[in-house]
């Protein structure tokens, strides 16, 4: 099924897969950077509110290039109570209208945070554009989760500006534009079932409810594969991490029924901290036969900055081939606009 070609373009009417092959062009995305009216000096932690994929961004840059000073994501109304002055309070949502954000920016405010946005349009740029707010507006998009990388880029080129990142760390986020390029070919919907490794995951896991495991380099790659999976092929997935896996979830795996319906995916790298990788190895030999054997996938690349956006986009890709197996257009998400009509009530 998933070399048929015709197939794929009449369940794919709005090319998510053409979408997904051109991501490693959003890594190269050059933003007009407001100025700035503080410094890196002025900044006591980082609070970037967010919901869905508009929070990936900011889940990926904790990976890489990780953060110097106390950064927490914040996908809810309200904002942790230690917001101050001395916060930088980073409002972020794609269509700019997502009440939770809107919410959280305007108990931001009232503390005197310093604020800066992301967004391609919406409440928040009237917002920004009525009090001079700094924003970085993304380029358009059919679905917020198909800007990741925008975002990604968004944060990052922030952190630049207020030097919190320094210049090879600059220079290696576009070289790795180029390794994504050349990887993101072998998944083309032109490239064969048996030579695809993105086809060969997405039928592992037809049929299935999906639980995806990374360790801690790796867990905002496994949650983007949750995202992907649960929006893009509409199929129930959840994710969880090690080390916390391996002191409670473990068990859950030991009882019955013996037979469970799920499909277990690994992300691994090799840079993960060796008792991380053991307790994967460790985990596989104690519970097989006691759950289905995972699909093991070893990420790809020469740091961890390679490694992390390339397991991202390969489960970009699973995902889509998924939500054709499973007779479906990749892209709407109906019943999550329907809900946003249902709360504004």
């Not at 001395?86 to 794609?94: D, E, G, I, R």
């Not at 009090?131 to 630049?160: D, M």
Request: with cysteine; aromatic share 10%; net charge negative.
């Amino acid at each position: 099924m998933l070399d048929d070609l015709k197939l794929i373009h009449e369940r794919d009417g709005q090319d998510a897969l053409g979408l997904a092959e051109k991501q490693w062009q959003q890594l190269l995305q050059e933003y007009e950077l407001p100025d700035l009216s503080f410094s890196k000096d002025q900044i006591e932690n980082i609070v970037f509110a967010g919901m869905g994929g508009s929070a990936l961004g900011a889940l990926l840059a904790q990976t890489w290039p990780g953060f110097s000073v106390p950064l927490e994501i914040c996908r809810n109304y309200d904002i942790p109570a230690y917001v101050s002055a001395k916060t930088l309070f980073v409002a972020s949502s794609y269509s700019g209208n997502t009440e939770e954000t809107l919410s959280a920016l305007a108990q931001a405010e009232a503390k005197g945070a310093k604020i800066i946005m992301i967004a391609s349009g919406g409440k928040l740029a009237e917002i920004a554009q009525q009090k001079q707010y700094p924003i970085i507006l993304l380029p358009q998009v059919t679905q917020p989760r198909y800007a990741t990388l925008y975002s990604f880029k968004a944060i990052v080129s922030y952190l630049k500006k207020l030097d919190f990142i320094d210049d090879q760390a600059w220079q290696d986020l576009a070289a790795s534009a180029e390794f994504i390029k050349q990887e993101l070919a072998n998944y083309r919907p032109d490239v064969a079932t048996n030579q695809n490794y993105a086809k060969q995951i997405a039928l592992e896991l037809i049929g299935k409810s999906v639980v995806v495991y990374g360790g801690p380099k790796m867990y905002p790659a496994a949650y983007k594969w949750k995202i992907s999976i649960n929006e893009n092929a509409k199929n129930v997935a959840w994710c969880n991490q090690y080390p916390e896996f391996s002191h409670n979830e473990f068990i859950g795996w030991t009882s019955h029924p013996q037979d469970k319906p799920y499909a277990v995916v690994d992300l691994r790298s090799n840079l993960e901290h060796p008792q991380i990788q053991k307790r994967f190895e460790v985990t596989e030999r104690m519970l097989s036969g006691r759950r289905s054997a995972p699909i093991v996938v070893e990420a790809k690349g020469e740091n961890i900055l390679e490694q992390l956006i390339w397991v991202v986009v390969l489960g970009d890709f699973v995902s889509l081939y998924l939500a054709i197996l499973n007779g479906l257009n990749p892209t709407p998400v109906d019943i999550i606009e329907k809900m946003k009509q249902e709360l504004a009530k």
